[in-house]
């Protein structure tokens, strides 16, 4: 009887010291403010000829609607056509190709 009195009180000694971990949840909320950045209408030949060469190999077939820049030289839009759809494709100063937009 002594051994189970002792045995108990053993358990509840342990129980009481164990560490118990609480797994709490936590949500986070990202805000991702996008601002639209504004262009300007430049002519064919102002065109950086990295990226009018860029897009010349892409876009081969297409016609030149329109041309802008954007107001801090970062990268280009262009409105072309093929075949009566319209697209506006993105170029970075550098030529690099950004994204495509059907219009």
Same mark, same amino acid.
């Given at each position: ?5 002792l045995?108990?009180?053993?358990v ?9 971990v609480n797994q709490i949840r936590?949500s &986070?909320?990202?805000?991702v403010?996008?601002q639209?950045?504004?262009? !300007?209408?430049? &002519?064919?030949?102002?065109?950086a000829?990295?990226?009018l060469?860029?897009?010349?190999? !892409? ?5 030149l609607v329109n041309?802008y820049?954007?107001?801090?030289g970062?990268d280009?839009?262009f409105?072309l056509t ?8 993105y170029f970075?100063n550098?030529?690099?190709?950004i !994204?495509?937009?059907?219009?």
């Amino acid at each position: 009887m002594k051994n189970l009195f002792l045995s108990a009180a053993l358990v509840l000694a342990f129980a009481a010291n164990a560490v118990t971990v609480n797994q709490i949840r936590t949500s &986070e909320n990202t805000t991702v403010n996008y601002q639209e950045k504004e262009y !300007k209408v430049i &002519e064919q030949g102002d065109i950086a000829p990295a990226v009018l060469k860029s897009a010349v190999d !892409k876009y081969a077939g297409y016609a030149l609607v329109n041309a802008y820049v954007a107001q801090d030289g970062s990268d280009y839009k262009f409105v072309l056509t093929k075949d009566g759809k319209d697209i506006t494709a993105y170029f970075k100063n550098s030529g690099e190709f950004i !994204k495509e937009e059907t219009a």
